[in-house]
């Protein structure tokens, strides 16, 4: 366990440019894109599909608008195999955020925070259809308005794993993980939060030598994990899909 809760502890510290992230699962291959999300760093292209998007000292602040009936949502145009993402997130009275992968057309996998919550799942991958989400990991944690805090996402082959502030990890496993995964997202519903530091980083193919053992001791803290009160669930909803449309400027600050 001491190995495992040390390489927990590493994952929190902030990165960085090209320093590879500390992982559970993953092998860090080549760093593909970091963006500081700050108004001074330079930008990565993201596509902004709905919510109000600007860049501040402090870093990306995204509200939801309600003319968009939809909570924001903004990605990256990005193809991805094995891979790491990390990014800083303060929750300033938004009801939820998510880091959501697709493929090329329909949802595959997220972690989703609200202020009570912390959930890692496999998306309904037809929307409409007989797919249903398969929540991995739905467990009662506090993130208090105001206080940054650090998500550290890793898929590999068949399996997901997503540590929050080097303290509590979840993960699961899918066949549809295997396939190539794309447009990597950020989401926020009502107003607001704020991201920094989003790296993105390739995988090698094959796990980590450690990964095994890792994984039981992971498993045995999930299954003792406290669970969302009601309340918790019903803000947890996932975001419906949003239409990726043509890149639009970040508005700076005024």
Known sequence: MRLFWT???????????GEAPTTLLAKPDRELLSDGLTLESKAAEWKIAKGKWVRTAEG???EELSAD???????????????????DFRLDGAKSISLSINDAKEHMARVLITPAAFRVQRDDHDHDGPD??????NQAEKFAAGTWHRVVLEMVGDTMVATIDGKFSG?????LFKTEKANPGLTCAGQSATF????????QPEPKATWKETSIQIAEVMK????????????AKTPAKA????????????
Do not use: C
Not at 69 to 87: P, S, V, Y
């Open 7 to 17: 390489l927990l502890a590493l994952s929190s510290l902030p990165l960085h440019a």
């Open 60 to 62: 990306i602040k995204v």
């Open 69 to 87: 009936n939809h909570g924001a949502a903004g990605r990256l145009n990005q193809k991805l195999g094995d891979f790491i993402i990390t990014f």
């Open 132 to 137: 249903k989400a398969v929540i991995f990991l």
């Open 171 to 175: 993960f699961g496993r899918d066949e």
């Open 196 to 203: 920094r530091n989003f790296s993105l980083w390739s995988a």
């Open 224 to 235: 003792s994990a406290p669970t969302p009160t009601v309340a918790a669930k019903a803000k």
């Open 243 to 254: 239409k990726v449309e043509a890149p639009v400027k970040v508005e700076a600050p005024k």
